[in-house]
């Protein structure tokens, strides 16, 4: 609720503007390669992902927040899911904003939730893979049949427009997810594993317990 509240917040403030508003609020806000990287506005990579142009996107990215992210955030607890969504976030942008110096298009925005949208719906697809999920109420799937749907949705929706920066913000914000979810690639577990491994090579088995002593082959014991 405080990432969808940032994002329509912010959102709605840009929608009520005139344009020399909003031509102000883009250059101070939104991440793009000019402002990035040329400008050094730094603060736009986290500033721009609570900033939506469009009002019907908006509306997507509430639905999706309510729908979806909030398993997440239960089964992770709210500092891990505010983690996640800060890296994945601030990962989709730079990505976005760097893919722009590449293709020539400085001005291309990379803005509003949808990296962070995209990198849950794959972490939801991992943790929940086999968890029943009813698409808009109509079409029965599970969370790793969700996974790729989106998946394919979004890398067909890049393609047929050529929208190469915001296929590399999802692609990076993914992957930020994937690595984060998954058992295998996930930092946090490896470091966990190393810390595990360093501390068994540092301890050695002893014999504990009383001197043995000699047992009297006549004597019974219970235990």
């Known amino acids: 609720m405080v990432i969808l509240g940032l994002e329509i917040g912010l959102s709605l403030v840009w929608?009520?503007?005139?344009?020399?508003?909003?031509?102000?609020?883009?250059d101070f806000t939104l991440a793009t390669a000019?402002?990035?990287?040329?400008?050094?506005?730094?603060?736009?990579?986290?500033?721009?992902?609570?900033?939506?142009?469009?009002?019907?996107?908006?509306?997507i990215h509430g639905f999706v927040l309510f729908m979806f992210v909030p398993t997440l955030e239960r089964f992770w607890g709210t500092p891990?899911?505010?983690r996640f969504a800060a890296i994945t976030a601030v990962a989709g942008t730079v990505a976005g904003s760097a893919m722009g110096l590449v293709t020539g298009r400085l001005d291309a925005p990379i803005?509003?939730?949808?990296?962070?949208?995209n990198a849950s719906i794959v972490a939801f697809g991992i943790v929940y893979a086999r968890q029943p999920v009813q698409f808009f109420g109509v079409l029965p799937l599970t969370g790793r049949q969700l996974m790729y749907g989106f998946i394919?949705?979004?890398?067909?929706?890049?393609?047929?427009?050529?929208?190469w920066?915001?296929?590399?913000?999802?692609?990076?914000?993914?992957?930020?997810?994937?690595?984060?979810?998954?058992?295998?690639?996930?930092?946090?577990?490896?470091?966990?594993r190393w810390r595990i491994a360093r501390?068994?090579?540092?301890?050695?088995?002893?014999?504990?317990?009383?001197?043995?002593?000699?047992?009297?082959k006549e004597q019974k014991w219970l235990n």
Do not use: C
């Open 15 to 26: 929608l009520m503007s005139d344009l020399p508003t909003r031509a102000q609020l883009a």
């Open 34 to 59: 000019r402002n990035v990287f040329h400008d050094a506005k730094i603060w736009t990579l986290v500033t721009s992902p609570f900033l939506q142009e469009k009002f019907l996107s908006l509306l």
């Open 80 to 82: 891990r899911f505010l």
């Open 111 to 117: 803005n509003g939730l949808d990296p962070f949208i």
């Open 152 to 163: 394919a949705f979004s890398g067909l929706f890049i393609l047929l427009q050529g929208l």
């Open 165 to 192: 920066e915001l296929g590399a913000a999802y692609t990076a914000s993914m992957g930020a997810a994937a690595i984060m979810t998954s058992k295998r690639l996930s930092p946090g577990l490896a470091w966990r």
């Open 199 to 216: 501390a068994r090579a540092r301890l050695s088995v002893i014999e504990g317990g009383a001197p043995k002593r000699p047992r009297d």
